[in-house]
């Protein structure tokens, strides 16, 4: 679970990523792909087995 504050994109790299938003609806990440998340997710959940980067503006996100 990682907690976003602002917009925030997961880029898959390796694997079988899926992304997950504060209400539950997932989106599958293909490898060379980004899922987009809004300010509004307050938090995201990643799952599946793989590689992905997050990127938000500012600071790094914090994860739990």
């Not at 997961?10 to 997932?26: F, I, M, R």
């Not at 087995?49 to 996100?61: L, S």
Request: proline fraction near 6%; hydrophobic fraction near 45%.
């Amino acid at each position: 679970t990682v907690a976003v504050d602002g917009p925030t994109m997961v880029l898959a790299t390796a694997g079988q990523v899926v992304v997950a938003g504060a209400e539950g609806a997932s989106k599958d990440v293909p490898v060379g792909t980004v899922a987009f998340a809004s300010a509004d997710e307050g938090r995201i959940v990643l799952s599946g087995h793989g590689e992905a980067f997050i990127a938000t503006p500012g600071a790094a996100p914090s994860t739990r």
